[in-house]
């Protein structure tokens, strides 16, 4: 936790948390440092911890859903930002028009996690990446803050980094659940809207206030097998590419039968 | 904010290596798309006579203010246009488009469009990195397929980042990406300059008909590779954004608690992967692909990988093939999709040579030591081994493929049987070389406007509701989820400016009258501005008619300009729209009428008037069952068997012209017409060759 020895806290901001606090709970918010879905035990910490509450709001996706289109993409951009531009949506998707279903690489949507433990807020060094308890905690950035470091984008631990600097304005800026975004009617936020999922035309980002397990199968779900209709569209339901319920045709009969 | 709008048309000379821009700001009055591109092929080609192969052919690759925009599906549009080499017996100026993302990266890389000119004495690629454009040898890449092509493209580009952010340039602030470049590229095919040659683009995205692969081999051009990191500007972000969530309830996103399997009639409703899945081996596991910015994600992605994003004819040339010799569609469909994007074929030409061959091979004289002789080996038709054999042959120009390869009709002019084949229609190819797709013979507003123009239009919007709901629903008894009286009042209600439901009769009178000259005037001049200008999809657009919505009634014309407007602050209605079309229209008009087009030429092929529009006979249609007024009253009836009538057809020619602006003695558009259309210079141009309507 060496870089937090050099941070300036705002009053009031929670960059640090003493222990005590952290085992008692961080202002009743709830979940604190969360790994793996389990909280850690409090006599494992030092006496100085680095902990925020828990956002109030996810996006898990659904990578053998997702069309490629980059829908979410220009949404992104396009309510934040004002302009679509790939480049400067918070959700990331990557694919290969070669590459077959379920293949790895074939097609992946890389969204913000709201890490419980979000490195990107630990890394920064002046507090514009924060948690925001107005907005349900998310995790985003205070441009007037941002001195450019990029630290953050080099503390996101997933490839790509969904930390990323915003090379037009000159600041980093990351997923916010649609907090801020002028250009979209609907509220934003983890109370609101998310534009990703909204224009995902085959429901293939969702939102939930549930906290995912920290780990990949968390955020990268199945949201084939709860919607009836993708089975109707014809197209399966299961991760091995079957249906669900499965309707195995019966075996053929052997020679002499 | 901006308005959808770079500002700036790339312009390359590969004579010279010349690079340089051209404004946008005055070609906008076009729109984007095609109506640029003929804009500027107007005034960069003062011969418009040349052939294709010319390297003074201009080719223009557009997108539109639109491109790289949430409007639903239209941001990774691009149309391509210039001389092209299909064309028979004139190779006409031409268009052809393809989906995926090519002109949403055009866009973020800071250009309206591309313009190519001159040729290059040896084989070269594009790299677009925003404002870095180079042009690069491609001896590296020539004689690679169109997917090796695009990967091995990648790699340089991507330069071994692949997955993580990657800075497009040395400054902290050049922007940052984590996409793969957009490639339009061509396969073997295209480098041996062949007239059926198609440019590809990621998986299932070509430009087909027109031949413009054999026109970018001649040019020594392989391949355009662009990506960019800035902006699509929109000048109200609130409305587009709005107007996206709006367009939601018309598709099977904004549905899909309801949803269930939709009656035809309405492209834009249709469902993810509805495109890909249809002819697919029904057991293959996939997931949707959609091009750039679509609301419903047509294609499908493969199990085996092979032939993703594929639609429609991209395997339906095989599909009927493979089931015949195996009883169900079957993977030897999607594989031989496969190899004929690799190669870089105009699948139009495969679907119709091999139905072609076919009957010669049956009626003794294509085969083994017959008059037409081939080592291609029939009995094998509809498995693998067969369509791999005649791709390799077309490719490598061998056996019949040295012919094949010029494309099916300069080949039958060649083997001396272009008459009587296309008498009996086992060559079908309707007008201009171009493969039978819609008949002209029922669906008359396809043949038209094809014979009209200068290519098979490839354009669904009615063809959805006249054609196929019918037909299909009378498969099984039932009715086309548009009542043909609803259709009627559609017509009148939303296809401005003409507004008359007779429009849409196809009964035996009502396909030479003076109302289905207003449709096929109508199709002309909505397809030239909304959907190659602005380059709305084919699969999306137009939309009269809606399963989702309660009356019915679709999205068009409230759509088409609602999404403009946002994105470019203007307040452009639908009527200016169609007549920014009517503009293109008669701007091309003027181009082939310099290239040799006059009235007598526009006449198709003899089968259209001699043979009836049997089921089946000539590619894959199902009975032909279309609207009809009669007897005071709307009904859906078959029209299966009907001719075409010389001298009807000749009597609409002429009703079509006058109400175009055209003479009605050779076609030509008139002075007024031209300048009422503010394009007096054309009809300057016209006149210096004597060649002005009157």
Same mark, same amino acid.
């Given at each position: 936790?060496?870089?937090?020895?050099?941070?300036?806290?705002?009053?009031?901001?929670?960059?640090?948390?003493?222990?005590?606090?952290?085992?008692?709970?961080?202002?009743?918010?709830?979940?604190?440092?969360?790994?793996?879905?389990?909280?850690?035990?409090?006599?494992?910490?030092?006496?100085?911890?680095?902990?925020?509450?828990?956002?109030?709001?996810?996006?898990?996706?659904?990578?053998?859903?997702?069309?490629?289109?980059?829908?979410?993409?220009?949404?992104?951009?396009?309510?934040?930002?004002?302009?679509?531009?790939?480049?400067?949506?918070?959700?990331?998707?990557?694919?290969?028009?070669?590459?077959?279903?379920?293949?790895?690489?074939?097609?992946?949507?890389?969204?913000?996690?709201?890490?419980?433990?979000?490195?990107?807020?630990?890394?920064?060094?002046?507090?514009?990446?924060?948690?925001?308890?107005?907005?349900?905690?998310?995790?985003?950035?205070?441009?007037?803050?941002?001195?450019?470091?990029?630290?953050?984008?080099?503390?996101?631990?997933?490839?790509?980094?969904?930390?990323?600097?915003?090379?037009?304005?000159?600041?980093?800026?990351?997923?916010?659940?649609?907090?801020?975004?002028?250009?979209?009617?609907?509220?934003?936020?983890?109370?609101?809207?998310?534009?990703?999922?909204?224009?995902?035309?085959?429901?293939?980002?969702?939102?939930?206030?549930?906290?995912?397990?920290?780990?990949?199968?968390?955020?990268?779900?199945?949201?084939?097998?709860?919607?009836?209709?993708?089975?109707?569209?014809?197209?399966?339901?299961?991760?091995?590419?079957?249906?669900?319920?499965?309707?195995?045709?019966?075996?053929?009969?052997?020679?002499?039968? | 904010?901006?308005?959808?709008?770079?500002?700036?048309?790339?312009?390359?000379?590969?004579?010279?290596?010349?690079?340089?821009?051209?404004?946008?700001?005055?070609?906008?009055?076009?729109?984007?798309?095609?109506?640029?591109?003929?804009?500027?092929?107007?005034?960069?080609?003062?011969?418009? $006579?040349?052939?294709?192969?010319?390297?003074?052919?201009?080719?223009?690759?557009?997108?539109?203010?639109?491109?790289?925009?949430?409007?639903?599906?239209?941001?990774?549009?691009?149309?391509?246009?210039?001389?092209?080499?299909?064309?028979?017996?004139?190779?006409?100026?031409?268009?052809?488009?393809?989906?995926?993302?090519?002109?949403?990266?055009?866009?973020?890389?800071?250009?309206?469009?591309?313009?190519?000119?001159?040729?290059?004495?040896?084989?070269?690629?594009?790299?677009?990195?925003?404002?870095?454009?180079?042009?690069?040898?491609?001896?590296?890449?020539?004689?690679?397929?169109?997917?090796? $092509?695009?990967?091995?493209?990648?790699?340089?580009?991507?330069?071994?980042?692949?997955?993580?952010?990657?800075?497009?340039?040395?400054?902290?602030?050049?922007?940052?990406?984590?996409?793969?470049?957009?490639?339009?590229?061509?396969?073997?095919?295209?480098?041996?300059?062949?007239?059926?040659?198609?440019?590809?683009?990621?998986?299932?995205?070509?430009?087909?008909?027109?031949?413009?692969?054999?026109?970018?081999?001649?040019?020594?051009?392989?391949?355009?590779?662009?990506?960019?990191?800035?902006?699509?500007?929109?000048?109200?972000?609130?409305?587009?954004?709005?107007?996206?969530?709006?367009?939601?309830?018309?598709?099977?996103?904004?549905?899909?608690?309801?949803?269930?399997?939709?009656?035809?009639?309405?492209?834009?409703?249709?469902?993810?992967?509805?495109?890909?899945?249809?002819?697919?081996?029904?057991?293959?596991?996939?997931?949707?692909?959609?091009?750039?910015?679509?609301?419903?994600?047509?294609?499908?992605?493969?199990?085996?990988?092979?032939?993703?994003?594929?639609?429609?004819?991209?395997?339906?040339?095989?599909?009927?093939?493979?089931?015949?010799?195996?009883?169900?569609?079957?993977?030897?469909?999607?594989?031989?999709?496969?190899?004929?994007?690799?190669?870089?074929?105009?699948?139009?030409?495969?679907?119709?040579?091999?139905?072609?061959?076919?009957?010669?091979?049956?009626?003794?004289?294509?085969?083994?030591?017959?008059?037409?002789?081939?080592?291609?080996?029939?009995?094998?038709?509809?498995?693998?081994?067969?369509?791999?054999?005649?791709?390799?042959?077309?490719?490598?120009?061998?056996?019949?493929?040295?012919?094949?390869?010029?494309?099916?009709?300069?080949?039958?002019?060649?083997?001396?049987?272009?008459?009587?084949?296309?008498?009996?229609?086992?060559?079908?190819?309707?007008?201009?070389?171009?493969?039978?797709?819609?008949?002209?013979?029922?669906?008359?507003?396809?043949?038209?406007?094809?014979?009209?123009?200068?290519?098979?239009?490839?354009?669904?919007?009615?063809?959805?509701?006249?054609?196929?709901?019918?037909?299909?629903?009378?498969?099984?008894?039932?009715?086309?989820?548009?009542?043909?009286?609803?259709?009627?009042?559609?017509?009148?209600?939303?296809?401005?400016?003409?507004?008359?439901?007779?429009?849409?009769?196809?009964?035996?009178?009502?396909?030479?009258?003076?109302?289905?000259?207003?449709?096929?005037?109508?199709?002309?001049?909505? $397809?030239?501005?909304?959907?190659?200008?602005?380059?709305?999809?084919?699969?999306?657009?137009?939309?009269?008619?809606?399963?989702?919505?309660?009356?019915?009634?679709?999205?068009?014309?409230?759509?088409?300009?609602?999404?403009?407007?946002?994105?470019?602050?203007?307040?452009?209605?639908?009527?200016?729209?169609?007549?920014?079309?009517?503009?293109?229209?008669?701007?091309?008009?003027?181009?082939?009428?310099?290239?040799?087009?006059?009235?007598?030429?526009?006449?198709?092929?003899?089968?259209?008037?001699?043979?009836?529009?049997?089921?089946?006979?000539?590619?894959?249609?199902?009975?032909?069952?279309?609207?009809?007024?009669?007897?005071?009253?709307?009904?859906?009836?078959?029209?299966?068997?009907?001719?075409?009538?010389?001298?009807?057809?000749?009597?609409?020619?002429?009703?079509?012209?006058?109400?175009?602006?055209?003479?009605?003695?050779?076609?030509?558009?008139?002075?007024?017409?031209?300048?009422?259309?503010?394009?007096?210079?054309?009809?300057?141009?016209?006149?210096?060759?004597?060649?002005?309507?009157?």
């Amino acid at each position: 936790m060496a870089d937090n020895d050099i941070k300036k806290v705002e009053p009031g901001e929670h960059k640090e948390v003493t222990r005590r606090q952290f085992i008692t709970g961080v202002g009743g918010a709830g979940v604190g440092l969360v790994l793996g879905g389990l909280l850690v035990k409090g006599f494992f910490l030092p006496e100085e911890v680095f902990a925020v509450p828990a956002s109030e709001g996810y996006l898990l996706v659904d990578t053998k859903k997702c069309a490629g289109c980059a829908s979410c993409m220009l949404a992104c951009s396009l309510v934040h930002e004002g302009a679509c531009n790939l480049s400067l949506s918070r959700i990331q998707v990557q694919s290969n028009a070669f590459a077959a279903f379920a293949e790895e690489g074939s097609v992946v949507q890389q969204q913000c996690r709201q890490c419980t433990y979000p490195a990107c807020v630990d890394a920064c060094p002046t507090g514009a990446l924060h948690v925001d308890p107005k907005n349900g905690n998310v995790r985003t950035v205070d441009a007037s803050k941002c001195i450019g470091c990029e630290r953050c984008v080099e503390a996101c631990p997933f490839t790509p980094s969904r930390m990323q600097w915003n090379f037009l304005d000159k600041h980093a800026q990351k997923c916010d659940l649609c907090v801020d975004t002028p250009f979209m009617t609907e509220d934003g936020g983890p109370g609101g809207q998310q534009a990703c999922v909204a224009v995902c035309p085959t429901r293939a980002i969702s939102f939930t206030t549930e906290i995912p397990r920290q780990a990949d199968v968390g955020y990268k779900v199945n949201l084939r097998e709860g919607m009836a209709g993708w089975a109707v569209a014809g197209f399966p339901t299961l991760d091995d590419g079957s249906y669900a319920p499965t309707t195995a045709a019966p075996e053929a009969p052997a020679a002499g039968h | 904010m901006g308005d959808g709008y770079t500002g700036k048309i790339l312009r390359l000379n590969l004579t010279n290596g010349e690079v340089s821009t051209m404004d946008t700001a005055k070609y906008e009055e076009y729109g984007g798309g095609h109506g640029m591109g003929s804009a500027i092929f107007w005034d960069l080609v003062p011969d418009k $006579t040349i052939s294709g192969f010319d390297p003074g052919n201009v080719i223009t690759i557009m997108g539109s203010p639109l491109s790289g925009t949430l409007a639903p599906a239209v941001a990774g549009r691009t149309e391509v246009q210039g001389i092209g080499v299909q064309g028979y017996p004139i190779e006409w100026f031409t268009r052809s488009n393809f989906g995926g993302r090519f002109s949403g990266q055009m866009k973020f890389a800071g250009w309206d469009g591309i313009v190519v000119e001159g040729a290059s004495d040896k084989p070269v690629w594009v790299d677009i990195r925003n404002d870095k454009v180079e042009i690069k040898d491609a001896e590296g890449l020539w004689g690679l397929d169109t997917t090796e $092509t695009q990967e091995e493209i990648w790699r340089i580009v991507q330069n071994g980042v692949e997955t993580e952010w990657r800075s497009l340039g040395k400054m902290r602030d050049a922007g940052r990406t984590t996409q793969r470049p957009a490639v339009l590229t061509i396969g073997p095919v295209g480098e041996s300059k062949s007239r059926t040659a198609a440019l590809i683009h990621d998986s299932g995205n070509g430009a087909g008909q027109g031949g413009f692969g054999g026109v970018w081999g001649a040019k020594n051009l392989k391949a355009i590779s662009v990506i960019g990191t800035g902006s699509a500007t929109v000048a109200d972000p609130k409305a587009l954004w709005e107007a996206r969530m709006w367009a939601m309830q018309y598709g099977t996103a904004g549905n899909w608690d309801e949803f269930a399997p939709l009656p035809m009639g309405s492209m834009f409703a249709a469902a993810p992967g509805s495109g890909g899945k249809a002819y697919a081996p029904p057991d293959q596991p996939a997931s949707p692909m959609g091009c750039m910015g679509c609301h419903k994600n047509c294609r499908a992605r493969f199990k085996s990988g092979a032939s993703n994003a594929s639609t429609c004819v991209d395997y339906l040339f095989y599909t009927a093939w493979d089931q015949a010799a195996h009883g169900a569609y079957t993977q030897v469909l999607l594989d031989a999709a496969e190899a004929a994007q690799r190669a870089g074929i105009n699948v139009y030409q495969l679907e119709s040579g091999i139905i072609w061959l076919n009957h010669l091979y049956t009626e003794g004289i294509l085969g083994k030591g017959k008059e037409i002789e081939t080592e291609l080996d029939f009995t094998q038709i509809g498995q693998a081994s067969f369509i791999t054999k005649l791709i390799d042959m077309w490719v490598n120009q061998y056996d019949i493929g040295a012919d094949l390869h010029d494309g099916l009709a300069r080949c039958a002019e060649k083997w001396g049987r272009y008459e009587k084949d296309t008498k009996t229609g086992i060559l079908p190819l309707q007008e201009w070389g171009y493969s039978h797709h819609y008949d002209a013979r029922t669906e008359v507003e396809w043949g038209y406007g094809s014979l009209i123009g200068e290519r098979d239009i490839n354009e669904h919007d009615f063809n959805m509701l006249v054609f196929w709901a019918p037909s299909v629903a009378a498969l099984f008894g039932a009715e086309s989820a548009c009542p043909a009286d609803l259709l009627a009042t559609l017509a009148e209600e939303k296809l401005t400016p003409y507004n008359d439901p007779m429009m849409m009769d196809y009964s035996d009178e009502g396909i030479y009258s003076e109302a289905m000259a207003k449709t096929v005037a109508w199709h002309r001049h909505y $397809t030239r501005y909304f959907k190659q200008s602005l380059n709305y999809c084919d699969w999306a657009y137009m939309d009269l008619f809606n399963p989702w919505i309660e009356d019915g009634r679709g999205l068009t014309p409230e759509a088409e300009p609602k999404f403009f407007n946002a994105v470019t602050g203007k307040n452009l209605t639908f009527e200016e729209g169609m007549e920014i079309g009517r503009k293109i229209w008669n701007l091309d008009r003027s181009v082939w009428v310099l290239q040799g087009r006059d009235r007598d030429l526009e006449v198709f092929t003899d089968y259209n008037y001699e043979v009836g529009a049997l089921p089946g006979y000539t590619t894959y249609e199902v009975p032909y069952v279309m609207p009809v007024y009669e007897n005071g009253t709307w009904s859906y009836k078959s029209v299966a068997g009907r001719k075409l009538d010389r001298d009807k057809v000749e009597d609409w020619k002429t009703k079509f012209y006058t109400l175009e602006g055209w003479s009605t003695d050779k076609g030509w558009p008139t002075r007024a017409t031209l300048e009422e259309l503010g394009l007096k210079h054309v009809a300057d141009e016209l006149d210096s060759k004597d060649k002005l309507g009157a």
